[in-house]
Structure formats: C-alpha cells, structure tokens
C-alpha cells in the first residue's frame, strides 16, 4: 500500500482528493496548517499540522513514513488578494514549494503532482485554450503558479524529479454524499456564492452585461472537484508507471455563463434568486475554456460529472447542510 503525502488535504480540493485516495486503497498523510483548510474535512489518513516550509516537520514526515509521491495543494488562491500582497503568495506559493522540494530530494521522493491553474494562460488569444497557449499571467497568483511549474521543470532536468502539473479550470460542486464541499472564508467562487444566497434568500451580482458573449455574461468552464481528483489519481498511477513529466489542462471544454450558473441553481434548489448587475471587474475574460483532449487522449481522464446541473446539485446539497 502506497503512501501518498497531501500537502493541503484539509482543503476543498484537497479534502476530496484525500477521500479518494483512502476510497483507493492508499495511505495518505495529510499536512496543512489550517490557515485556509478545515480539519473537519479530512477524512482519514494521517493528519500533520503544520506548514510545508518547515524543514524540520518535512524531514520528520519524510522519515516517518515511506512516501511514495507528493499532491501539492497548499497554495493562496484570491486573485484580487495577490495583486494588494504580492509578497505573502510569492512567500507561501513559491518559497515554502521550494522547501518542500528540498525535503523530497533529501529523502530521495521523486514524484510530484501539483495543483496549477488556467490562470498561468493570462488573457486567451484564442477559445477553447490549449496547453500550447503562451502563458502570460496578469497577476502575482498565476505568476506564482507558473514559477513553480517553471521550477519543476528545472528539478526534473536537474536532479530526475518527475512531476505532472494540472491546470484547473473552474472547480465546482461537492463530494455526492454531502459529507465534505467547499468551505472558503471569504467565498470568491460563483457557484457557492449564489447557492448561498438561495439559502439567504439574498441576491447575486453579476459583474458586468456587455461582454461578446451570447448573454453578454462571461463564459468559464466548470469541472467538478470529484472529477478533478481522478485526474491526480490518474496522474499518480502514471507516474507510478514509469511516466515522465507533463502538463495537462483540466476542465469540461464547454462554458457556462453568469446568468446560465444562476439560472440552473434557480432550478436546482428551487428558489428564487435574484441577480443585481454591476460593472465589470478589472481583468476579467470574457471566456475561459479549456480544450482537455490532451489528458483525455494521456491519461484516459473521462469527467463523470459533466452537466453543469449535476454540479450544482452536488453542491447545493452540500451547502444545504451547513445552513
């Protein structure tokens, strides 16, 4: 049985990866320092609290137990946030990564699977975005996504490190049994954000009407946060294989608007939900799709959850339960 170290298993992706590596049959230590994740949400494993730029604690983790490949999920994530603190995501995206990878290579673990984003694309040049799209990020959040990735590449030429880097598209939706989902204080995702004004009874913004859009809302590709993980599980059984380093985009290659997201929640937790325009934010696509036949075609990664009710509906459940 394989031990599998996920760093940030107490968060929203991170929790359900951990769910379904313990479904698979690994053994898992979760480390997190909670500063973002929630202990409620691991499900099982081995739980290290602490931060993953703490040589001491990764030494003492490394020599415990017998890793065979490292998930990386620790990252800030609050695109606006980046661009008012530069420095606190350089700090914990990059720096602390490359304690991390310090760690690895003293204990002689080779495989690395991280958590990228779409957002390491910038502004697309062209719709559905392919991973041969140059990458110009437009804030310190992708520019940190993209070092690493960058970093990774420069190890694996270095020193043999093997590591797959998995550009996120929009994660959505919850865990089927409702027992974990996505608990972000402050909330900065669509889909929470209108289910929890269905519950409240509370309206939605939309920012901005006028985009070259077929409703004039923007348009993002949505895959939900199950589908995700079997991706990193495909992954890790590459690896496990021989396979050498790669990045894939992950994401459904089809996109939803703002008003279609909050119409499906109108009939999915059927209430009303009313949606108030507002300006558009600075930086905003109008569109961001992914073209994931890479991975399809790799890796055989197949979405179980591709319409963007069964999304919805997952979610809702698990935000119904938290009131």
């Not at 999920?73 to 695109?79: H, I, N, Q």
């Not at 289910?195 to 077929?214: C, E, N």
């Not at 608007?257 to 696509?285: K, N």
């Amino acid at each position: 049985m394989e031990t599998i170290l996920v760093v940030g298993g107490a968060g929203y992706i991170g929790s359900h990866m951990v769910k379904l590596l313990l479904d698979e049959g690994y053994a898992v230590v979760v480390l997190d320092d909670l500063s973002t994740g929630h202990r409620r949400l691991v499900t099982g494993g081995v739980f290290v609290q602490g931060n993953l730029g703490d040589a001491e604690l990764l030494d003492c983790v490394f020599s415990t137990h017998k890793i065979f490949a490292v998930m990386h999920f620790a990252a800030f994530s609050l695109v606006g946030e980046s661009m008012q603190v530069p420095l606190k995501y350089y700090r914990n995206n990059v720096s602390e990564t490359v304690a991390l990878l310090e760690a690895m290579q003293r204990h002689g673990v080779e495989r690395f699977i991280f958590s990228s984003t779409a957002a390491v694309y910038g502004e697309p040049e062209h719709v559905p975005i392919t991973e041969a799209h140059p990458c110009r990020p437009t804030n310190p959040y992708g520019n940190t996504k993209l070092s690493i990735e960058r970093m990774l590449a420069d190890c694996g030429r270095a020193n043999g490190l093997r590591a797959i880097c998995l550009r996120y598209f929009n994660a959505a939706g919850a865990d089927p049994s409702g027992s974990i989902g996505e608990a972000h204080d402050p909330e900065s995702h669509l889909i929470p954000l209108v289910l929890k004004a269905a519950l409240a009874g509370a309206s939605v913004k939309i920012f901005g009407t006028d985009y070259a859009t077929p409703d004039g809302t923007c348009l993002r590709d949505y895959v939900h946060v199950c589908d995700l993980a079997r991706a990193h599980l495909l992954a890790l059984e590459a690896l496990g294989d021989g396979c050498g380093s790669d990045v894939f985009n992950l994401g459904n290659s089809v996109g939803h608007s703002v008003r279609q997201v909050i119409e499906t929640a109108c009939r999915v937790t059927g209430r009303d939900i009313v949606a108030v325009a507002c300006d558009r934010r600075p930086g905003d696509p109008a569109a961001l799709v992914a073209d994931s036949d890479k991975i399809r075609a790799t890796l055989g990664w197949k979405p179980k959850y591709e319409s963007l009710d069964a999304m919805i509906d997952s979610a809702w459940r698990w935000h119904a339960r938290q009131g």
